[in-house]
């Protein structure tokens, strides 16, 4: 694979994921005040902190990197496919998209 192409899901896509038994997880690597804002329940690690805390996402699982609007979660998603990571996927249009597509009733700040 190449470890320049970043794979995106939709929110829709990551809707229908949270609601399914299939097994992955949600990075999300935003701020902690953004996170306590609003957040997905997917394991906060900030964009600053991936690579010291890269051993906490499980290489076998497909999954889903979440930030505000898509940016920083896709520069994450490069980074660790750089580290051997495969199974990654760029949320496309962040939280922001979840809250306007999703659910209104969620505030990202």
């Keep these: 694979m190449d470890k320049n192409i970043i794979r995106e899901i939709s929110v829709q896509e990551l809707n229908r994921l949270m609601q399914s038994n299939e097994p992955f997880q949600l990075i999300d690597v935003r701020?902690?005040?953004?996170?306590?804002?609003?957040?997905?329940?997917?394991?906060?690690?900030?964009?600053?902190?991936?690579?010291?805390?890269?051993?906490?996402?499980?290489?076998?699982?497909?999954?889903?990197?979440?930030?505000?609007?898509g940016k920083r979660s896709a520069a994450a998603v490069l980074h660790l496919q750089q580290l051997g990571f495969e199974n990654l996927y760029n949320v496309k249009g962040g939280i922001l998209a979840f809250a306007a597509e999703i659910n209104p009733s969620l505030r990202p700040i």
């Design 31 to 69: 701020e902690l005040d953004e996170y306590q804002a609003a957040n997905l329940g997917g394991k906060l690690i900030p964009i600053a902190e991936v690579n010291a805390r890269q051993q906490e996402i499980d290489i076998e699982l497909p999954t889903a990197i979440l930030c505000r609007s």
